[in-house]
């Protein structure tokens, strides 16, 4: 042993000697150059010198030799060498040794100045060309490097990761495209995947042999670390997710991959991955349990990214533990539980209110979308086992949602809430809004990820490749009638066509219509059911007047149905009172124009020219007069009013006027001051009057301002309304107590609205007393 | 809608909303009994439906225009048509109970002969090409169970094939040959439930089994894969398979959201079914395992008839349902190839 060595360290420091001493003959050179080479050459031709030789050489000479040959640049006979000579005697010196010193060599004399820059750049150039950095990588795998130490490795990761900024700085404008990092990293990730190969091949076919990939793990890190990772990952991310689908050599190998990769590197390479790995399958496979294994995967998948970040893909995040879980729950309980504690933690994220509050949109759609990923990929056990945080969650978080300003912030919440109610089935209750056209695709989102879980579970079919379309929309047929229209309706009674056949059903109608409810979502439901309640009183006022006003009083009504029979009766009365005549010679008029083709039309063009010719002296009022119409409304006004004034101090259990429903008590009185309002001149104006003044004098004082407001307002068109002499007579006992009643109010009401109505009220009084003050025959009619 | 905004467009690969309908064929004027493509041959790709007032009309699917229409049925209802692999023959079905058949070479559009079938029933009929010259026609006949088998264009009979036990009217019919060598054998769908194969040479039963408890509505089988697949007035679809001895085997069935199947086809490259609901919808299934892949939404009223085209190039295949709201709905589904996802 002692021997070999001493002889190949002579050997050597002679060629050294030889290179170093520059005489003019170069024979001698070129025969050192070869001896050097021949320790290199593995062939078996090389008979010069033994493996234990070459061994040598390479542990112990190599480095010294090419620092050697790195001085000698400048040299004659380097100079010397021709284009052959240099490929066969130069370069292999560099390309065949141990290219960890190789490379670290080069590179030291490429960043520091020296003569013949371009010469090493080729050199290395074809270094990388040649494959060399899987052979370097693929040595440290199989931990056949001779001087492995830790400060060589970390200055040759050092140097490798930064090969495009060492040369950049170096050469400047003269770089090789090889070396930019677009070109560089790519070839440095498939080397990488090389030596993996390589691993995988060797592992498969012997049993028992050594394989670090820590070297391999360190670089991938120290790449991505220094943000390259994408570049790298997209080279290596695709192929691994194809060698790991069905080899199990390959699995292993990914798995001990990322598993080297050391602490600190552990965030860039996964986010990288994560932005790389096409499919959330693909991920699982190439990072395998490593969630479970490595403490600071565990924090960067389960926490950093998933509740800090929000650039990710959550299906990606998700689904690989779950798909763990639902492939070896039996055998890894731990993969359940770091499953469940995070959806624990995504879903206390969802909830809390502080993060609601303050943070962006996107990132909560991003928590929701991981909280309702994770809720449906969860199996029906693991979900129990979870209610209670969830169920604590749901109601908080809704809290926080609901509460929020912002209208999408709402809509999550709602959209969250009405999912995780429905996959918790909390004992049949289910939240339900109606959000579902708003946020179809969060829904869809959700319905497919269950089909996709439910598929990987169950091994997945041979129709795989046939994606299916969203489905949620096939329901179940109701089996109701679809909605029929009152057109149809109308179409019906005009083909049986007669009026009576209207007046008929009018309070059948009016009860339909009264009762219908907007479940068909027609637009414009209420006012088209107002405008045929409101058509329907008038026509055939007495029936349906009657039915609305008992109906009024009655049990089993909704508020809103009470006021949309006063609203009805409101709008009939006005619509009544109306001189029917109007509308009548409104309508012929509009239809004038189209009728100029008609027979009549010359008897018009004569008229009009004799209104041309003829001169007149003063032109009286070119519009006819208004027709007189008789009044609708004056004969029917006291069906309208005295049913309404029947029941209203009896309280049902339903309904209490005088109480509670105030609201309702308000609106009525307002009604039958308009139905005061509108029966002026009647006949029965007076018999009203006497009656509605009866009615508000019990509630003037009533608590509520809308109430009062009614009270002056009916109080108003009383005043108004009624005949001055009939109101004097009615009025002559509590004359002063109005007086004063009014003109409190009109000081002293909270509202403003009562003191308008209440001063206005003063006058209409004042006015009415000095009307009749002035009739000499007013006063002889008090008894 | 400020949630829409904020949301990133879904780029999953499995996301795929609910498809819509390419076009839309309207015009008929009546409820639409039955459809049937010839896009493989000439430069014009056509559909052909019969309507409940006795039209064949001859869709254009490039004008998306009806070219001509067929009154040959007297105003009666046409329950099916289909054309011949060889030669421009249109045979159509009528309620008249005739079938007619018609010449459309060269835009002509004439009756060249009918058939009297003498069935009152809404079997439709099947057929069944032996030779470029001859075919064999399968119809119910003018008994209840009979289902008569003649060979076209001579008119000739074959066979009449009738059960030895009450069954009741024959439903649906389904003529194919086997590979095997074997004479035609015909699938008969019957008002019981039954399903029953026939050997037509021999004029044997060869075997029987109760498929659905209602009437059988429709059937369709697939001689490569020897499995076919019937449905009823119910909500399930039951899938069959043809063993070694030309037994039926029932295998699983495929429950439906809504009961009531009209119709059921499976597209020319086995990979999909279709079935036209009773509940306004076609439900499109993957063929091998009868996956549920898409449920399509359109029409208002019965889906009555469904039919895939026979294009060529895959990618341009459409996929017809014809409804009683009197309207075609053309579809485009699952037409790219393997590689799509």
């Not at chain 2, 008569?148 to 389904?174: A, F, H, R, W, Y």
């Amino acid at each position: 042993m002692e021997s070999i060595s001493s002889e190949v360290r002579l050997k050597v420091a002679q060629c050294f000697r030889t290179l170093s001493s520059s005489s003019a003959d170069h024979t001698d050179v070129f025969d050192a150059l070869e001896t050097l080479n021949s320790y290199l050459d593995d062939g078996a031709e090389s008979s010069s010198c033994t493996a234990a030789e070459r061994e040598e050489f390479r542990r112990t000479h190599y480095s010294r030799t090419l620092r050697v040959l790195v001085g000698q640049l400048q040299a004659d006979w380097t100079h010397s060498l021709s284009a052959a000579q240099r490929s066969q005697l130069w370069d292999p010196l560099f390309l065949k040794g141990p290219p960890d010193q190789a490379l670290l060599v080069l590179l030291e004399a490429v960043t520091q100045p020296s003569a013949g820059l371009d010469r090493l750049v080729s050199v290395t150039e074809r270094f990388l060309q040649g494959g060399r950095l899987a052979d370097l990588l693929w040595s440290f795998c199989l931990g056949s490097v001779p001087s492995d130490s830790a400060q060589l490795r970390e200055t040759l990761l050092a140097r490798l990761a930064a090969l495009p900024d060492l040369t950049a700085n170096r050469l400047h404008p003269n770089n090789r495209p090889l070396f930019t990092p677009q070109r560089f990293y790519p070839l440095l990730a498939s080397e990488m995947l090389a030596a993996l190969e390589r691993t995988s091949v060797l592992m498969s076919s012997t049993d028992g042999v050594d394989c670090s990939l820590t070297f391999v793990a360190q670089t991938l890190g120290k790449v991505c670390l220094q943000g390259h990772s994408g570049p790298v990952l997209a080279v290596m991310a695709p192929r691994l997710a194809v060698c790991t689908r069905s080899d199990m050599v390959w699995q292993r190998v990914s798995w001990k991959l990322l598993q080297d990769v050391p602490e600190r590197c552990m965030e860039s390479v996964l986010t990288g991955l994560l932005q790389a790995a096409d499919s959330p399958d693909a991920f699982s496979r190439i990072a395998g349990n490593l969630v479970l294994t490595n403490k600071k995967a565990e924090f960067v998948l389960t926490h950093k990214v998933l509740l800090l970040q929000y650039k990710y893909e959550v299906r990606l995040l998700l689904e690989p533990p779950v798909v763990n879980v639902s492939e070896r729950c039996g055998v890894l309980p731990a993969v359940c539980s770091v499953c469940l504690q995070v959806l624990r933690s995504v879903s206390q994220a969802w909830a809390n209110p502080s993060a609601v509050k303050h943070t962006p949109q996107e990132q909560q759609l991003y928590v929701s979308k991981a909280l309702l990923l994770a809720a449906s990929l969860l199996t029906d056990a693991e979900l129990q086992e979870l209610r209670s945080d969830l169920l604590q969650c749901l109601l908080g978080g809704m809290q926080s949602h609901l509460d929020s300003s912002a209208v999408g912030i709402r809509t999550l919440g709602l959209v969250v809430g009405e999912c995780l109610s429905a996959r918790m089935d909390l004992s049949g209750t289910k939240l339900k809004f109606e959000v579902r056209r708003l946020v179809r695709s969060l829904l869809s989102f959700q319905s497919i990820l269950r089909f996709k879980c439910n598929n990987l579970v169950s091994g997945g079919s041979s129709d795989d490749d046939l994606p299916p379309y969203d489905m949620s929309g096939d329901v179940e047929a109701s089996r109701a009638a679809p909605p029929r229209y009152l057109r149809d309706c109308l179409e019906g009674t005009a083909r049986f066509s007669s009026f009576c056949s209207v007046l008929s059903i009018s309070v059948q109608m009016t009860k339909v219509l009264l009762h219908m409810e907007d479940r068909f979502s027609v637009s414009g439901f209420l006012v088209l059911r107002q405008a045929a309640m409101v058509a329907l009183t008038a026509v055939d006022s007495v029936p349906v007047t009657q039915y609305l006003t008992t109906e009024f009083y009655s049990l089993n009504y909704s508020l809103r149905q009470r006021l949309d029979i006063l609203e009805v009766l409101a709008l009939a009365a006005q619509e009544l009172s109306k001189p029917a005549a109007d509308k009548v010679t409104a309508a012929a008029s509009g239809l004038t124009p189209y009728q100029s083709n008609s027979a009549a039309g010359w008897r018009q063009e004569v008229e009009k020219r004799i209104q041309n010719k003829t001169k007149r002296i003063s032109k009286g009022s070119g519009q006819p007069r208004a027709g007189a119409a008789p009044n609708r409304y004056a004969p029917v006004a006291g069906y309208f009013f005295f049913p309404l004034l029947r029941n209203y101090d009896k309280p049902e259990v339903t309904f209490d006027l005088l109480g509670s429903d105030h609201l309702v008590l308000g609106r009525l009185i307002h009604t039958l001051g308009l139905f005061m309002h509108l029966a002026v001149n009647a006949p029965i104006a007076a018999q009203m009057g006497a009656a509605l003044l009866d009615f508000v004098w019990a509630v003037r004082y009533h608590a509520d301002p809308t109430v009062r407001r009614g009270v002056l307002f009916a109080v108003c068109s009383v005043f108004l309304s009624m005949p001055s002499q009939a109101l004097m007579m009615d009025l002559s006992q509590q004359l002063l107590e109005t007086r004063t009643w009014l003109a409190d109010v009109a000081e002293a009401d909270p509202d403003a609205d009562c003191r308008n109505l209440a001063v206005q009220s003063l006058v209409l009084l004042d006015q009415n007393l000095k009307k009749q003050l002035q009739n000499p025959n007013g006063l002889s009619l008090e008894p | 809608m400020v949630l829409i905004c904020v949301w990133p467009a879904p780029d999953w690969s499995m996301s795929r909303p609910t498809p819509c309908p390419v076009y839309t064929l309207r015009g008929a004027g009546a409820p639409l009994n039955t459809l049937h493509f010839s896009c493989s041959r000439g430069d014009t790709p056509l559909l052909f439906s019969g309507s409940a007032k006795g039209a064949v009309h001859v869709w254009n699917l490039n004008s998306r225009r009806a070219e001509r229409v067929l009154e040959g049925h007297g105003g009666n209802s046409v329950i099916w048509v289909s054309t011949l692999q060889t030669g421009d023959t249109l045979i159509s079905q009528g309620r008249d109970m005739r079938v007619c058949l018609w010449d459309l070479t060269e835009g002509r559009s004439e009756a060249l002969d009918s058939v009297w079938t003498g069935s009152v029933g809404f079997c439709q009929c099947s057929v069944l090409e032996m030779s470029p010259s001859s075919y064999l026609l399968a119809f119910a006949g003018l008994q209840t169970e009979e289902t008569k088998i003649i060979e076209m264009p001579s008119k000739n009979p074959v066979c009449t094939l009738t059960p030895d036990t009450k069954l009741g009217m024959v439903m649906c019919l389904q003529l194919w040959k086997p590979d095997s060598g074997l004479g035609p054998l015909l699938f008969a769908g019957y008002e019981d439930g039954s399903l029953l194969l026939w050997d037509v040479t021999q004029r044997s039963e060869l075997s029987r089994v109760k498929a659905h408890p209602e009437p059988v509505m429709c059937l369709t089988f697939d001689p490569g894969r020897l499995r076919g697949v019937s449905g009823s007035c119910e909500k399930q679809l039951s899938s069959w398979m043809l063993d070694d001895q030309n037994h039926i085997q029932l295998q699983d069935y495929v429950t439906l959201v809504n009961p009531g199947v009209s119709q059921l086809r499976i597209r020319g490259d086995g990979r999909l079914l279709a079935s036209a609901g009773w509940d306004h919808r076609v439900r499109v299934f993957g063929w091998k395992k009868l996956r549920p892949l898409a449920v399509l939404q359109y029409h208002t009223d019965m889906v009555l008839s469904v039919a895939f085209s026979d294009h060529q190039d895959p990618r341009q295949r459409l996929l017809a349902a014809g409804s009683k709201d009197q309207r075609v709905s053309l579809w485009s589904i699952y037409n790219q190839s393997a590689n799509t996802c």
